[in-house]
C-alpha cells in the first residue's frame, strides 16, 4: 500500500450463529498484510431455531483502507486453525487456492443531495441487488467530520439493526 494515499472508514462486519468471541480478521488491506485483528462485538437478543439457546453475536472493527480491491477473512476462537469467510459476503481463489472474501473500497461519492460517504462494496456493483437489499451489499453510512464516541456507537447500533432486521429480497 503506498503511503500518503487517501484512506477511507470501512466497517468489516460478521455473524454467524453460534459464533462466540473472540473473533479475528485478517486480509491485505492491512499493515502488515493478514496480520491477526480482534473484532469488538455485541451480544443480541434475536435467536431463530438453528441458533438453540445459544446467544447471537455481531462482530465489526473499522478500518481506514486505501481505495483497491483486497482479500480477508475470519478466524475463530483463541488458538487453532479455523478460518472462515462470510458467507454473506462476495469469495474469491488466491494463487494459492484459498478461498477468502472480497471487499471493493471506492472512494466517496460527492452527491451534493446525498452527502459524502466511503462505499465498501464486496460483491460487484448490481443495481438491481443493491436496490433489493441482498444480503452481502454493506455501504458504510455518512461519517462526521471527526471520529468520536458517538461515531463508534452509530456504527455498532448500525450493525445490530442490519443483523436484527436483515432486507429480504423480493
Not at 451480544?43 to 481506514?64: G, I, L, M, Q, W
Not at 466517496?108 to 460483491?123: A, E, F, M
Amino acid at each position: 500500500m503506498a503511503e500518503g494515499e487517501p484512506r477511507y472508514p470501512v466497517t468489516i462486519t460478521f455473524t454467524s450463529p453460534g459464533a462466540c468471541p473472540p473473533v479475528y480478521v485478517a486480509g491485505s488491506f492491512t499493515s502488515p498484510q493478514w496480520q491477526l485483528h480482534e473484532l469488538e462485538y455485541s451480544r443480541t437478543e434475536h435467536k431463530d431455531a438453528a441458533s438453540d439457546a445459544r446467544p447471537n453475536y455481531v462482530f465489526c472493527r473499522t478500518f481506514d483502507v486505501q481505495q483497491g480491491t483486497f482479500q480477508y477473512k475470519f478466524r475463530l476462537g483463541y488458538q487453532g486453525d479455523w478460518w472462515v469467510c462470510d458467507s454473506n459476503a462476495e469469495t474469491v481463489t488466491d494463487a494459492a487456492g484459498n478461498q477468502n472474501n472480497r471487499l471493493v473500497v471506492t472512494p466517496p461519492s460527492q452527491d451534493i443531495n446525498k452527502g459524502t460517504s466511503p462505499r465498501r462494496r464486496n460483491v460487484p456493483d448490481d443495481s438491481s441487488a443493491a436496490s433489493s437489499g441482498a444480503p452481502g451489499i454493506r455501504s458504510a453510512s455518512p461519517l462526521p467530520p471527526a471520529r468520536s464516541i458517538m461515531h463508534r456507537i452509530f456504527i455498532w447500533f448500525q450493525s445490530i439493526l442490519i443483523f436484527l432486521f436483515p432486507r429480504k429480497a423480493d
